[in-house]
């Protein structure tokens, strides 16, 4: 047996519809029949009355004419008239009068024997009266009953057969959207995954799922292309500073260099494989963070201490870059420390770099009043002046790898365009979200964090230890380089 196999929706359905068919016209039925038994035995009291009645009438005519020797005449005459049934008649102390030869029916037949007892008036006649006993065989009416009884047991189960194969018939036709469901899945490849869920006239409980699944097609699709166009692009970034190390091998190499020289092709080796780690450390940390690892937060605490320590770390770069930077609010959540402020500096050293010389980085902290399920949450908003940055570049901000062009020329450093994913990651690991807005020369880029129920403050170690790992004040910011970031 397959243990893979299951029941068959049609054969199950057929069956139970024919099972409780079956129920109600068996309840039905034997209410009919019970009727039908009723009527019979009816009937039956009904015959036994009518004859007693006629042979009442004879008993009484007869003794008037011609007293007891006219009744056992009248009697004998009529013996074939009363065929079925028994009779014999007493005077009035109780010797016989008469009696029928054949032996009387309620001895043959006494499941299906009728009696009836009664008196007749023979004012001609010593006592005054006769006792008739008449006994009537009903076996031809019990059999009619029998007989309609089996034609209902017989009529209940062919029904019951009639409706489990039209059931099955019917389940088959209305499960063939199904089947051609799922035939179109057995279709859909990693070749074809553009391929979608269709029906010409789909049943109103089949569209939800359908679209439903549609949707998750979709997904998956991006989730598909995306990973193709990581792999690519975490090629590319990889074959650049392998290509250097091979070429600075290559050319120490080449010819005996004195020892000062070779160290500082080693330097030059040792920046490159720092890059490389930087970059394999934050492929890490966001693969952590896609298969669903949790901030480890600390105690509730005043986050503007937090702020200000990640804008002091800055001052050097914002003094390089001609601007100032100032933080503005104050919430108070438990939060990954950590996380928060690797975050923070990749928002911050990007603003730095894309502003507009002589001009502020504001830094924001507030806890928005709106009701949500993300609550309490804080917003940290980090705002630049500068180049505005196109509406269709900033829903991929937050991807991994995604840079735009004018950035690419803008800025001379060396960038992964990591920087902005890992934003996005910290704040998806504290149940938040991140957000972006441009225009009119001014760029906020930010995110949200929740706050956590008690159980789940002390979850999400490798996260809280990869952020340690990638530096939360490195000197370096690697960072998804957007223009106005």
Not at 287 to 309: C, I
Not at 456 to 481: E, F, K, M, T, V
Request: with cysteine; aromatic share 4%.
């Amino acid at each position: 047996m397959n243990p893979t196999a299951g029941h068959s929706i049609s054969q199950r359905l057929s069956v139970q519809i024919a099972v409780m068919t079956m129920i109600v016209l068996g309840g039905i039925f034997t209410t009919l029949w019970l009727c039908v038994a009723m009527l019979i035995k009816e009937r039956s009291r009904d015959e036994m009355e009518f004859r007693s009645e006629v042979l009442s009438l004879a008993v009484a005519h007869a003794a008037k004419a011609g007293g007891e020797t006219a009744i056992v005449g009248k009697m004998e005459s009529m013996a074939t008239m009363r065929a079925g049934t028994w009779l014999e008649l007493r005077r009035a102390d109780g010797s016989q009068l008469y009696v029928d030869d054949d032996e009387p029916a309620h001895r043959r037949t006494p499941a299906h024997a009728v009696e009836h007892r009664f008196r007749v008036e023979t004012p001609t006649m010593a006592g005054g009266f006769v006792v008739a006993h008449v006994v009537g065989d009903a076996e031809q009416n019990v059999r009619m009953g029998q007989n309609w009884a089996w034609i209902l047991v017989i009529a209940t189960l062919a029904s019951g057969a009639i409706v489990a194969a039209g059931a099955w018939w019917r389940a088959r036709r209305l499960l063939q959207p199904l089947r051609e469901l799922a035939a179109q899945t057995r279709a859909i490849s990693p070749q074809r995954l553009d391929q979608r869920l269709a029906l010409a006239d789909p049943a109103e409980e089949l569209q939800p799922w359908i679209t439903q699944f549609n949707a998750l097609m979709s997904r998956v699709g991006q989730a598909y292309a995306q990973l193709e166009g990581f792999n690519a692009d975490v090629a590319h970034e990889l074959r650049t500073p392998i290509a250097a190390l091979m070429g600075h091998v290559e050319v120490a190499l080449s010819r005996d260099r004195p020892a000062a020289e070779l160290r500082e092709t080693m330097a030059l080796l040792l920046e490159e494989l720092q890059q490389m780690s930087a970059l394999i450390d934050d492929m890490l940390f966001l693969s952590r963070a896609d298969r669903g690892a949790r901030a480890r937060r600390s105690a509730a605490r005043s986050l503007r201490p937090l702020a200000e320590q990640v804008v002091e770390y800055h001052e050097g770069v914002l003094d390089e870059a001609g601007v100032r930077a100032e933080v503005v609010g104050q919430a108070q959540l438990a939060v990954d420390e950590a996380l928060v402020r690797r975050a923070l500096s990749n928002l911050l050293s990007n603003a730095a770099r894309y502003a507009e010389r002589g001009s502020t980085v504001r830094v924001s902290i507030e806890m928005p009043g709106v009701a949500s399920d993300c609550d309490p949450r804080v917003r940290f908003t980090v705002e630049n002046r500068g180049a505005t940055i196109d509406t269709e570049v900033l829903p991929r901000l937050f991807d991994r790898f995604f840079r735009a062009e004018v950035a690419r020329s803008a800025c001379q450093e060396h960038h992964h365009g990591l920087g902005l994913a890992i934003v996005a990651a910290v704040a998806r690991m504290h149940g938040g979200d991140t957000f972006a807005q441009s225009n009119g020369g001014l760029t906020r880029i930010g995110f949200e964090l929740c706050g956590a129920p008690e159980s789940s403050s002390h979850q999400g170690g490798d996260a809280h230890a990869s952020g340690d790992a990638g530096g939360a004040l490195a000197p370096q910011p690697r960072l998804a380089s957007a223009p106005g970031l």
